[in-house]
């Protein structure tokens, strides 16, 4: 199965810049869940 891709997907991929700012955009929204209380942490009194 091919798939066309064009060129600003392929430029997107291939962005290590762009990436590098998903890969921190994602770690801080992991963050805040985890700081926030959720995703099986218990609050602690």
Do not use: E
Request: proline share 2%; glycine share 8%.
């Amino acid at each position: 199965m091919t798939q066309r891709i064009s060129k600003y997907q392929r430029f997107k991929m291939m962005n290590p810049i762009l990436q590098f700012f998903k890969f921190i955009y994602l770690s801080i929204k992991i963050m805040l869940v985890v700081a926030g209380g959720h995703g099986g942490t218990r609050k602690v009194n």
